[in-house]
């Protein structure tokens, strides 16, 4: 069970796409997982020949344990490394050859599974149970658990008096809209609590863009046309390239570098929430690709079917909240990234320069960065180059 | 109650001035001393004159005291028990030895029917001082019949009082608080036990029926059994004490009324529990205990109470396979390794 957000403990066997003795390659869906922000499909991340089906559909199965067993078809291949980039926080490989746990695996309760003492202990310490990973047999959250995540701070609901939030099923859309906005609250708490930000902007004049954006969508077909939000996340990830370490992990005390740039592109819900999936490498797609791959990412974020790498991925993210005008977002990074990057609406603006003023359109890009990892130098430099690359689309 | 309070059982250990000696002398020590000093007293059962007793217990005992005091009886456990309560009644203060607990099954309608109602249905006018002692247990290759450990069945009855002495101690000191009792005890001797070597304190005497006794303090679980399975408990607690587990161990002694109290003060400290019984699982005083564990701790339970106890087969005559039947340290350690630390295995 691949960790499918740093916050996540248990996910749902939703469906097997295979039965033991099937051929995969490496991105095939082998199952769907249901957690707290919706249905995931689970990729493989090498070509194997699967085992044994460890997990039966409907079970709650804890991240890090095994649904099913497989061989590389691939002698050389030791078993699974995670793919190229580390996923976030502690999470194991997506599907591994690990030995059968039976303890590992619980029936679908659709509750919670901790002791009556964990909860007592969480009731008192203000926890919330649903983040907390539980060690105890078959994954059950003993008062230990309660009380390191109490000691790490994780997760703690906000003690306003209100009345303690239940756990939610995911199985209803309600209980579900609910889950989420605690899991959101417990990765964005989490987040404000660890996590020394800083946060830069800068106007960005968006006049050469705009016109060859516009120049280039004149040879498009409609349907094909880009749009510069997409224009925007290329210029963010090329500009990333130049500044690793706004890219990449805080883990353990330590900045991992990210490597290769996945985008997490923040997607609002339309039942609320949001999800961050990544689009991968997109420093290196066409801006043509690019577009194409938003806009199916957001298709499928809100209908369904976005993929567990796409979910553990993203090694920066980018959030666009220019749709209903807001000029600037200074964002809340997402553990355990350490920078997120935000534009507002391009808007057209007097703009003065060479000792004139004309009218342009403009966007406020942000920063906010880890300040553990980054100094704002690093930062305002980022913002400065992905200015420069903004103002010659043609090289994007 | 009237008992005679001396040490606390679990203080008994440090004996300043112990005597070698076993379990069974200890339980014949604790006969004798009765004998010599109350009159009423007498023995009676199957072979426990002439032949000294089947686990030898009584042996000797014909000589000193004679016939009148210590009776051979028919094989009519029904008879004999019957005996012994119109004994009771009638001002005497009987010990009846049925020599083991499957054959008490025949004595079931006495006990239960008799010594156990006769005070409540004659209004509080009659109330039965009898005594019954028993072997219970396994462990010696005597294969389906002679191998039960019914307590279990008999702690579900009310009005008498249900002892299992684990211990040097309580074999010599339960004996003497059971005679004291007004109303019928029975006890429980684990077959196993007579052989059991020690120190025991020369003044060593009446001992608390009343109360469990914690045989070793810990932080970690709460191990509850008694009578033949204390043994293996301790061994299990010593070994999980090697691994960094602390267990603490406690001994029910008194099965019924339970000492409910000392095992929620346990569990409470530990937050979880396991219960070693040799009884079958099913409807078994190991299910008593976990129901009221959780009806009085439930909220401090960090782990579900899990139970060890025999396999429920019929006793298996193979050593091999009487020995994988019966709880075994092992499997106590494995119980306890899985419910601390589950991801360790």
């Known amino acids: 069970m691949p960790s499918l957000g740093a916050d996540m403990a248990f996910g749902t066997l939703v469906a097997w796409h295979v039965k033991p003795g099937d051929h995969v390659r490496r991105g095939d869906v082998v199952a769907e997982v249901e957690t707290q922000k919706g249905v995931f499909d689970i990729d493989v991340r090498q070509d194997a020949v699967i085992g044994e089906l460890t997990a039966e559909v409907g079970a709650r199965v804890k991240v890090g344990a095994p649904l099913a067993t497989l061989t590389p078809t691939t002698e050389v291949a030791p078993p699974p490394t995670p793919a190229p980039t580390p996923p976030p926080s502690v999470a194991p490989p997506a599907v591994t050859t690990v030995a059968k746990g039976v303890h590992d695996i619980e029936p679908a309760a659709g509750r919670l599974r901790a002791s009556p003492l964990a909860r007592r202990v969480a009731a008192d310490l203000g926890v919330d149970l649903t983040t907390v990973a539980g060690t105890g047999e078959a994954g059950v959250i003993t008062r230990g658990d309660v009380e390191r995540a109490a000691a790490q701070g994780v997760a703690v609901l906000p003690v306003a008096g209100g009345p303690e939030v239940a756990p939610a099923s995911p199985a209803e859309p309600a209980a579900r809209a609910n889950a989420m906005r605690l899991a959101i609250a417990a990765a964005v708490t989490r987040s404000k609590r660890e996590i020394p930000h800083y946060y830069l902007t800068q106007d960005i004049e968006l006049g050469a863009a705009m016109a060859w954006l516009h120049a280039a969508n004149e040879s498009r077909p409609v349907t094909d046309r880009i749009l510069p939000a997409a224009l925007l996340l290329k210029g963010v990830a090329v500009a990333l390239t130049k500044f690793p370490s706004l890219n990449g992990f805080h883990l353990a005390g330590e900045f991992q570098p990210g490597g290769a740039v996945h985008l997490g592109v923040a997607i609002a819900l339309r039942d609320g929430g949001l999800v961050a999936p990544a689009i991968h490498d997109a420093d290196r797609l066409s801006l043509g690709d690019l577009m194409r791959s938003l806009t199916d990412l957001v298709r499928r974020a809100r209908g369904g079917g976005l993929r567990a790498s796409e979910i553990t991925d993203p090694t920066v993210t ?47 890009a942000s920063l906010a960065a880890d300040h553990r990892v980054s100094d704002g130098r690093v930062g305002s430099q980022f913002l400065a180059e992905l200015a420069r690359l903004l103002a010659t689309p043609e090289a994007l | 109650m009237s008992i005679v309070t001396l040490a606390e059982p679990r203080a008994a250990a440090a004996a300043p001035q112990g005597i070698r000696t076993t379990y069974r002398d200890a339980v014949r020590e604790a006969v004798r001393s009765a004998m010599r000093s109350d009159p009423r007293v007498f023995l009676m059962g199957e072979d426990v004159g002439k032949y000294g007793g089947t686990y030898a217990v009584s042996r000797g005992l014909l000589e000193e005291f004679g016939p009148e005091r210590i009776r051979d009886t028919p094989l009519s456990e029904s008879a004999f028990v019957g005996l012994g309560i119109g004994a009771a009644l009638g001002g005497l203060r009987p010990i009846v030895e049925i020599m083991t607990v499957n054959f008490s099954l025949l004595a079931l309608d006495q006990i239960m029917n008799t010594a156990a109602t006769l005070l409540h249905m004659s209004g509080g006018q009659f109330n039965v001082p009898l005594v019954i002692r028993m072997a219970t247990g396994a462990g010696r290759q005597l294969a389906a019949q002679h191998s039960h450990s019914l307590e279990g069945w008999y702690a579900h009855i009310p009005g008498i009082r249900i002892l299992a002495p684990a211990t040097l101690e309580d074999a010599r000191g339960m004996l003497p608080s059971a005679l004291a009792d007004p109303d019928p005890v029975l006890i429980f001797e684990h077959a196993l036990l007579y052989n059991l070597e020690g120190e025991l304190d020369a003044g060593a005497g009446a001992v608390p029926i009343d109360r469990a ?22 061994t299990a607690a010593g070994q999980l004490a090697e691994a960094g587990v602390s267990a603490e161990v406690i001994d029910l002694r008194v099965l019924r009324p339970l000492d409910t109290g000392a095992i929620l003060d346990s569990v409470r400290k530990t937050h979880r529990a396991v219960v070693i019984d040799e009884g079958w699982r099913s409807g078994s005083l190991s299910a008593e205990v976990s129901a009221r564990i959780m009806e009085g701790a439930f909220y401090d339970l960090d782990a579900p109470v899990a139970r060890v106890c025999s396999a429920e087969v019929p006793m298996p005559y193979p050593r091999h396979l009487e020995q994988y039947a019966l709880p075994r340290a092992e499997v106590i350690v494995e119980t306890v390794q899985r419910m601390v630390n589950p991801h360790a295995a």
Request: aromatic share 4%.
């Open chain 1, 318 to 364: 980018v959030t666009n909240l220019g749709d209903d005008g807001v000029q600037a977002v200074l964002a809340v990074i997402t553990p355990p990234q350490v920078a997120v990057v935000g534009f507002g609406a391009i808007h057209e603006r007097p703009w003065a320069e060479h000792g004139l003023i004309g009218v342009r359109p403009v966007v406020t």
């Open chain 2, 213 to 234: 006794a914690i045989r070793r303090e810990g932080h970690d679980v709460t191990l509850v059994t008694y009578g033949g399975t204390l043994g293996i408990t301790m």
